[in-house]
Each structure stands twice: as C-alpha cells, then as structure tokens.
C-alpha cells in the first residue's frame, strides 16, 4: 500500500502533467506490452502556433508504453493517416531494442519491412528479455517522426539494483525533449533549423505566445529517478534543474555507477536517468534544455520561457513562474567518467585497430544532389524491403543495394567501427544505429 506522502506526489504530479496536456487536448496516456496505435492526422500548436501533425492516438507526444522486463510486446499499428501535404505512409522503430531473433520487427521501412500504407496495419511482435531502462519509439518511414510520431517506450525492472536511491519512478517522473519546427517535414527544403524546444510536448518559440509548460511536482524530502530522452530529429541538448544536483545511474538502457553532475549533454536518440534529490527549499526551479541550433537564437538562452520547464515543489505558488539561476560554475557531464555498474568484458585487443574486423565509415555531404554518402556511398531504398528478398533467397544481400553499401561481418567477431565527425556543421553528433 503506497504511504500517503506517497500517493499525494504521485497525486500531484499527475494532476499538474494532466493540466499541462490538457490545454493541447493531449492528456498523458499509459499504454501496456499488448497495444494498437493508430496512426492519424491532427491539428495541433504545441508551442501556440497550429500546423498539421502527426498523432498516435490522438496524442503527441505518443502513449508511453510501459511493460516490465522479459514481457512479450504485441503492438498493432493501424495507419489513418489522411493530410496529403504530410506522409501518409508509416513504420515504427522501437529504439534501444535488440530485436534478437526478430528483426522484422525493427521497424526500418525499406530494409525490415514495407512501409505501412493507409488503411493497413502491421502487428509488431517482440520480447522484452534481457533488456530493462529507458527508451523510445518513433517513426522510420522518410522524416516523419519530426512531425510528431515519437512517444517513451519505458521498461522497468522489479529487481532494478539503483531501487534504494529513489522513491518515485513511473509515468510522472519521465522527460521527453524534442525539437519542433513550424514547416511540416515534407515542406522543408535546405538545412532544417528547429523553431521551439518541446519538453514533455510543449515549449514556446522565440516571439510567441507565452503558452503554458510542462511542470514536474515534486514533494520535498523524496527522491525521484527521471528518465530523460532526447527524441530530438537533429539538435542535442544541455540538459540541467536550477539547484538540484543529477546523479546518472542509467545510460541507453544500461546500469551505469552513479555519477553526479550538474548538467548533461544529451544527444538524439540518448536517454539517461538520473536521480534528482528534492531537498532544496520549498519554491519553482527551472528545468532547462539548451539546444545547440534553432531559428531566431533559440540556441543562444531561455528568454521567454524558451527552453524550458518548471520543477515544482508541493507548496511553492501555483502560478509563478521560477526565477532560479543555474550555478555560477556547473559540473558538466564528461562521457569519461560513465561507467557501467557491472563490469562487460570488451572484445579485442585494448587499442586502436584491436578489433577482428576494423571499419572507417567516412561520412560526406553533396550539396547540389543534397544527399549524404558513407565511404562514397549514398543509400538507394530498394522497391522490395532488403530483408523480404533476402528471406526468399532469391538474391545475396550484397546484390540488393549499390555496390558498398552491404559490410558483411564474420560471426563470433569483434569489430571496431570509426566514424570521424565534422560534416556540415562542426562539431557534429551523429546518431548511428547497428541492429
């Protein structure tokens, strides 16, 4: 039975997350392992200004999904997508998972499956085992997800070894980032340049309308484990709460040995949780997620509410905005210092070039065909998915797709990949996916 300082917080937080959403007509949405998403088109202003999205739903971000470890997913997507001036058709990827033995349900239109076309569905069917943290599922069909099919896929562990750091960890205590652009994707020609920062769905855009945001209760005194997740499409983010300390104990699905700072990088695709200690006076704190690149100087502050959230405690007033600072001289996050809670042993020799198989993955841009090339080459979808023809064993996989753009790995193998960064705008992240 929940104590009641217990059920008050959870009360709490989700009375003021409801009211948040309320005023999108999105309210937050709890999904199970046994689901069906439907994919649609909407009208939405998540920062005060309307365009056409993309839903699951109805809502944007999409359900959280919320299953415990070793649990088998069963999620019917049923695609209703209608606006001719968006993309219609859909596939979902189900980010951070293995895919062990099912890799048709990857998600990655052109390569595991067919995209998924109006008035049809698809039945994703996987299992959970061996995997618990935080993760995401979006959109892999074109840019799509930049439209608003992006929402938390969280799995959660009974036996969770950090459980004695935190007193709250559940829907209330998740954090999404995302970057939000005025354009609908299909329309956007040249470099994308974000226009609002979107946590937990809703943000303001530099000279808009001071729309309401997200807001986190917390009760002073307990201890919660945030789960944050940049489903951004392109910027990262410094990620930090006036006045409160993160101690990271997970990084992309896996337990890491705490590790206290007082910012994050976190970079598309990334999640992190950290335990946030609510021990500071009872007040308003900003939450705050500096991009690296938007319009109008987005990237450059949080003037307006830009950027930002509200962290409040039970009893601070309701209606006032924080006026907290962020520390003169931050901890910030060094990638150095993460390590993992148990020890995995590394394949290969401890050096550069130690590894069975040792690939360069030399990335490069041609602005006048405005196409990106890996080792000179570019990526041509096929009109069968690489998967299905491979599975009729009509062809080899090296014989479906442009000479170099299939690398074949020996089994029981290590293999170091490289990948020097520093294209378009440097210096650059890229988000690079192996399943």
Same mark, same amino acid.
């Given at each position: 039975?929940?104590s009641?300082?217990?059920?008050?917080?959870?009360?709490?937080?989700?009375?003021?997350?409801?009211?948040?959403?309320?005023?999108?007509?999105?309210?937050?949405?709890v999904?199970?392992?046994?689901?069906t998403?439907?994919?649609?088109?909407?009208?939405?202003?998540p920062?005060?200004?309307?365009?056409?999205?993309? !839903?699951?739903n109805?809502?944007?971000?999409?359900?959280?999904?919320?299953?415990?470890?070793?649990?088998?997913?069963?999620?019917? !997507?049923?695609n209703n997508?209608?606006?001719?001036?968006?993309?219609r058709?859909? @596939?979902?990827h189900?980010?951070?998972m293995y895919?062990?033995?099912?890799?048709?349900a990857d998600?990655?239109?052109?390569?595991?499956?067919?995209?998924?076309?109006?008035?049809d569905?698809?039945?994703?069917?996987?299992?959970?085992?061996?995997?618990?943290?935080?993760?995401?599922?979006?959109?892999?069909?074109?840019?799509?997800?930049?439209?608003g099919?992006?929402?938390?896929?969280?799995i959660?562990?009974?036996?969770?070894?950090?459980?004695?750091?935190?007193?709250?960890?559940?829907?209330?205590?998740?954090?999404?980032?995302?970057?939000?652009?005025?354009?609908?994707?299909p329309?956007?020609?040249?470099?994308?340049a974000?226009?609002a920062?979107?946590?937990?769905?809703i943000?303001?855009?530099p000279?808009?309308?001071?729309?309401?945001?997200?807001?986190?209760?917390?009760?002073?005194?307990?201890?919660?484990?945030?789960?944050?997740i940049?489903?951004?499409?392109?910027?990262?983010?410094?990620?930090s709460?006036d006045?409160?300390?993160?101690?990271i104990?997970?990084?992309?699905?896996?337990?890491t040995?705490?590790?206290?700072?007082?910012?994050?990088?976190?970079?598309?695709?990334?999640?992190? @949780?950290v335990?946030?200690?609510?021990?500071?006076?009872?007040?308003?704190?900003?939450?705050?997620?500096?991009?690296?690149?938007?319009?109008?100087?987005?990237?450059?502050?949080?003037?307006?509410?830009?950027?930002s959230?509200?962290?409040?405690?039970?009893g601070?007033?309701?209606?006032?905005?924080?006026?907290?600072?962020?520390?003169?001289?931050?901890?910030?996050?060094?990638?150095?210092?993460?390590h993992?809670?148990?020890?995995v042993?590394?394949?290969g020799?401890?050096y550069?070039?130690?590894?069975?198989?040792?690939?360069?993955?030399?990335?490069?841009?041609?602005?006048e065909?405005?196409?990106f090339y890996?080792?000179?080459?570019?990526?041509?979808?096929?009109?069968?998915?690489?998967?299905?023809?491979?599975l009729?064993?009509?062809?080899?996989?090296?014989?479906?797709?442009?000479e170099?753009? !299939?690398?074949?790995?020996?089994?029981?193998? @290590?293999?170091?990949?490289?990948?020097p960064?520093?294209?378009? @705008?440097?210096p650059?992240?890229?988000?690079?996916?192996?399943?």
């Open positions: 039975m929940l009641s300082s217990r059920l008050l917080s959870t009360t709490l937080a989700s009375v003021v997350l409801a009211s948040s959403a309320a005023a999108l007509s999105i309210p937050p949405a999904t199970g392992p046994q689901a998403l439907v994919v649609s088109s909407a009208m939405a202003a920062d005060g200004f309307e365009r056409p999205v993309t !839903v699951v109805g809502l944007t971000p999409a359900p959280l999904i919320k299953v415990n470890t070793g649990d088998l997913l069963q999620i019917n !997507v049923v997508l209608t606006d001719p001036s968006m993309f058709g859909t @596939s979902i189900w980010h951070g895919q062990h033995t099912t890799n048709w998600g990655v239109a052109g390569v595991n499956q067919c995209p998924i076309s109006p008035g569905s698809f039945l994703y069917q996987f299992s959970t085992t061996g995997q618990a943290g935080t993760f995401w599922y979006h959109s892999h069909y074109r840019t799509q997800y930049c439209d099919l992006r929402g938390p896929l969280v959660y562990d009974p036996n969770d070894p950090a459980a004695y750091m935190y007193d709250f960890d559940d829907e209330n205590t998740i954090i999404t980032l995302s970057d939000w652009y005025h354009l609908q994707s329309s956007i020609t040249g470099i994308a974000n226009d920062t979107l946590i937990n769905g943000g303001r855009y000279g808009g309308p001071q729309v309401d945001l997200a807001e986190i209760t917390v009760v002073q005194g307990k201890r919660y484990r945030f789960r944050i940049a489903m951004s499409c392109d910027p990262n983010y410094i990620f709460i006045g409160h300390p993160l101690t104990i997970e990084a992309d699905g896996q337990n040995q705490p590790y206290t700072v007082d910012s994050i990088q976190i970079l598309a695709g990334q999640r992190y @949780s335990v946030l200690n609510a021990d500071q006076p009872v007040d308003n704190y900003w939450i705050r997620a500096l991009p690296n690149s938007g319009n109008y100087d987005l990237d450059t502050g949080f003037s307006g509410g830009t950027n959230a509200i962290l409040r405690y039970f601070a007033p309701m209606t006032v905005d924080p006026t907290s600072t962020p520390p003169a001289n931050p901890v910030a996050f060094d990638e150095t210092f993460l993992p809670l148990v020890d042993p590394v394949p020799e401890p550069p070039g130690g590894a069975d198989v040792n690939l360069n993955l030399a990335l490069d841009f041609d602005e065909a405005w196409r890996i080792n000179g080459i570019t990526f041509q979808p096929p009109t069968i998915p690489v998967l299905l023809q491979i009729s064993g009509a062809e080899a996989a090296q014989s479906l797709l442009p170099g753009s !299939v690398y074949t790995l020996p089994s029981n193998a @290590s293999i170091e990949i490289s990948i960064g520093g294209l378009i @705008s440097s650059v992240a890229y988000l690079v996916e192996i399943g």
